[in-house]
């Protein structure tokens, strides 16, 4: 029984070490910034594309429903953050993010890695911060 208990211990130790030297991180929940940068780019997408006549309006049935831009204000007021200084800390990802979002509208396919991403990102920062409803992409 000894032996069972020890060699037991012993893969413990073994797996604990082999997580550690993998070089995998353990993510925690997106920092208010990555929400922010998410939510401004779908805040850009919906005033510049539209939300009815967008694919991500077409595919997603909450798109039309969430008002990105109060979404990002309520995020600042939970952040304990100032709106101006979230937005403007979210900036540069913003940029990028919303770069995706044009890139598949233009190619007409919101089903690519990016966009699916995004909405994952989306949705697990509306858990994270208690908002409702959410895109729903996973």
Known sequence: MRI???LGLA????GTAAAQ???VVQAGPPSSK???AVYGA???EQANFGIA???MGQRYFNYAKIKFPDRLTQLAAKSEMGASDLVNAAAVDEANDYMKLV???TDGDMDVPPVRDMIRTSD???AEYGFSPSLGGY
């Not at 893969?11 to 073994?14: F, K, R, V």
């Open 4 to 6: 069972l208990l020890a």
């Open 103 to 105: 890139d598949a509208e």
């Open 34 to 36: 990555a929400c922010a």
């Open 11 to 14: 893969l413990a130790l073994c």
């Open 42 to 44: 779908f805040a850009q």
């Open 21 to 23: 030297d993998s070089g």
């Open 53 to 55: 006549d967008s694919l």
């Open 124 to 126: 697990t920062c509306d």
